[in-house]
């Protein structure tokens, strides 16, 4: 697996990270509450990757204010 930085901002996501192997993609990131940011970034994730959704995870972070 590897780490990777958005290089892209997605709206409301603030703070990402990104663990991503030939598996899947795991993001982490303070806006994953939002379900509008969730469909952004897994849209975004699977048209850089080819992944389906199914092989895209956003999980949740505390908000660093």
Known sequence: A???DVRGEIAGAGR??????GEGVAVVCEGASSARV????VNAVSAYTGF???RIK???MERSD
């Open 2 to 4: 590897r780490r990777g």
């Open 16 to 21: 990402v990270g990104v663990l991503y192997s």
């Open 38 to 41: 969730r469909l952004d970034i």
């Open 52 to 54: 389906g959704s199914d």
């Open 58 to 60: 956003v999980l949740g």
